[in-house]
């Protein structure tokens, strides 16, 4: 189960921090992702760790202001937004998806398994 928060409204340009515990799976084993998913619009990833923590990876809409990292001690993964703006509105969701051997780093929503509920984020003008 992965439960996601810390989302809220903001203006552009603020900073939010999102969390999301798992509970019911072998953290460290896992690698975990961000989504996001504005209305109107397809859900997108917005960034992913490795189960180490060693790699990263970020769609370019958010490079240089988010950060992804995670805890393993605490079964956590979180997801730091500098910089907010107005297009960064959506519900933003962790995700993970089961260990197949095909590669860590998978863009498409649809490759996951196992979601948290979402946690929405909105950042006015």
């Known amino acids: 189960q992965l439960q996601a928060c810390g989302g809220g409204l903001v203006q552009s340009g603020d900073s939010l921090r999102l969390s999301c515990a798992a509970s019911?799976?072998?953290?460290?084993?896992?690698?975990m992702t961000w989504f996001r998913q504005a209305p109107g619009k397809e859900r997108e990833i917005v960034a992913s760790i490795t189960s180490s923590g060693g790699s990263t990876y970020y769609v370019d809409s958010v490079k240089g202001r988010f950060t992804i990292s995670r805890d393993n001690a605490k079964k956590t993964v979180d997801l730091q937004m500098n910089s907010l703006k107005p297009e960064d509105t959506a519900v933003y969701y962790c995700a993970t998806r089961r260990l197949d051997g095909t590669g860590w780093l998978k863009l498409t929503a649809s490759a996951y398994d196992y979601w948290g509920q979402g946690t929405l984020v909105t950042v006015s003008s």
């Open positions: 019911g799976l072998t953290f460290n084993w896992y690698h």
